[in-house]
């Protein structure tokens, strides 16, 4: 078979590769090929293998990888599902800053409602999409 001098996502995907980082705090991700393709071209990253390693973060302790390859191994992340757990987080903390608002001006109970209205709306049309 030989060595592949893979350079960037759109080799790693040609060969059906993972890529693999590893953490100073022993956390080892493995990101699928396509996925990671996906994702970094949905927000513009380099597609070169030191760049998307220099955008990428532990989830445990916030720090760069310390090593990056590329690996036959199964994925063990799911972007797909971390970018819906990070939405929600969003969600859930922009509710609590507008119940505080709240409490502190009681005259934002209709805004309250409308907003809660609106957020139902949004949470039923990406039902519906899929999402």
């Known amino acids: 078979m030989g060595r592949k001098?893979?350079?960037n996502l759109g080799e790693l995907r040609q060969h059906r590769l993972n890529f693999r980082v590893e953490c100073?705090?022993?956390r080892i991700s493995v990101f699928a090929h396509g996925q990671l393709y996906n994702w970094a071209l949905a927000h513009g990253w380099p597609t070169g293998?030191?760049?998307?390693a220099a955008r990428l973060k532990c989830t445990r302790c916030g720090q760069p990888p310390?090593?990056?390859g590329f690996c036959c191994e199964d994925a063990n992340v799911d972007l797909e599902q971390l970018a819906r757990d990070r939405r929600d987080a969003?969600?859930?903390r922009a509710q609590w800053f507008h119940d505080l608002a709240l409490r502190r001006d009681p005259r934002l109970g209709a805004q309250r409602r409308a907003?809660?209205?609106a957020m139902a709306i949004f949470a039923q049309?990406?039902?519906e999409q899929g999402h």
């Not at 293998?49 to 998307?52: D, N, T």
């Open 5 to 7: 001098n893979i350079r």
């Open 24 to 26: 100073g705090c022993g």
């Open 49 to 52: 293998l030191a760049a998307v």
């Open 66 to 68: 310390r090593h990056w």
């Open 90 to 92: 969003h969600l859930k």
């Open 115 to 117: 907003r809660r209205a």
């Open 125 to 127: 049309q990406d039902e």
